[in-house]
């Protein structure tokens, strides 16, 4: 199994429809040891069972706003497994009146939540937890289409993935000097509570399926796989990218 006696965290499972659930599936089935982070005290009773279902490690709370709460969640993962080879992180947040309307209407305070909360915490993350990454780890973060492209209403989370997607870059810089990998998932569009936040959102997946060689929407299933790949030895010579999952809808012109 590719993932046999690997130890991965995940960051950003809320329920059994969310990426970073498909994600965790997905290296769960192929060996994996789990540890699934949330993000507040209210989703600790919808976390735990869904840890029970995935035969987690455990579960630990992490605000990944606060630099004090990383660093406790770092130290007590150090304390059960020592080290970590996988660490996903799929978090994201824009207030709803910033995803939709005008981007030239967001506010000083929704753009700094939005690149806060959806690009600065893996920085954050991959900090506090690199004294922990054993040789040949692989961090994985997701991305989106509207990164470089313009989505309509999804405005200021389109900027924080753009900075997500740069940090990528310079992030494997800095961890590939001990062996790390780390690398974006830029995923198509899936029926997510947060993708469900989005204005128009049902059209955009009429569009990639009418568009993309493909032909279809992508579920969690094909996100899960290209994940395997990226966590797994497989990608060892992979770092630094931006790897499409959607149906190929990216190659796409007028």
């Keep these: 199994m590719l993932m046999s006696g690997k130890k991965a965290l995940v960051f950003g499972v809320v329920n059994e429809r969310s990426i970073a659930y498909g994600i965790a599936k997905a290296l769960r089935d192929q060996g994996a040891n789990l540890a699934l982070g949330y993000a507040a005290e209210p989703i600790r009773k919808r976390i735990e069972p869904i840890a029970a279902s995935?035969?987690?490690?455990?579960?630990?709370?992490?605000?990944?706003?606060?630099?004090?709460?990383?660093?406790?969640?770092?130290?007590?993962?150090?304390?059960?497994w020592g080290t970590v080879d996988c660490m996903v992180h799929s978090i994201a947040y824009a207030n709803r009146?910033?995803?939709?309307?005008?981007f030239i209407d967001t506010s000083r305070e929704g753009f700094r939540i939005a690149l806060d909360v959806s690009a600065y915490s893996l920085v954050a993350l991959c900090r506090a937890f690199e004294?922990?990454?054993?040789?040949?780890?692989?961090?994985i973060t997701m991305s989106y289409y509207g990164s470089g492209r313009v989505v309509a209403n999804y405005n200021a989370m389109g900027v924080a993935k753009s900075a997500l997607e740069a940090s990528v870059r310079y992030l494997a810089v800095d961890l590939g000097k001990s062996?790390?990998?780390?690398?974006?998932?830029?995923?198509?569009?899936?029926r997510t509570?947060?993708?469900?936040?989005?204005s128009g959102f049902r059209s955009i997946l009429e569009t990639i399926e009418k568009r993309s060689?493909?032909?279809?929407?992508?579920?969690?299933?094909?996100?899960?796989r290209c994940a395997l790949y990226l966590a797994s030895d497989l990608s060892s010579g992979t770092t630094g990218e931006v790897v499409?999952?959607?149906?190929?809808?990216n190659i796409m012109g007028v």
């Design 131 to 139: 004294p922990f990454f054993s040789p040949g780890a692989s961090v």
């Design 179 to 190: 062996g790390v990998r780390i690398n974006a998932i830029s995923a198509g569009p899936v």
């Design 244 to 249: 499409f999952v959607d149906s190929g809808y």
């Design 54 to 80: 995935l035969g987690a490690d455990f579960v630990f709370q992490c605000n990944v706003s606060t630099d004090e709460e990383i660093g406790k969640a770092a130290e007590l993962v150090r304390e059960k």
């Design 193 to 198: 509570m947060a993708a469900s936040a989005i």
């Design 213 to 224: 060689p493909l032909g279809r929407n992508i579920g969690l299933e094909d996100i899960g």
């Design 97 to 102: 009146e910033d995803l939709a309307g005008r």
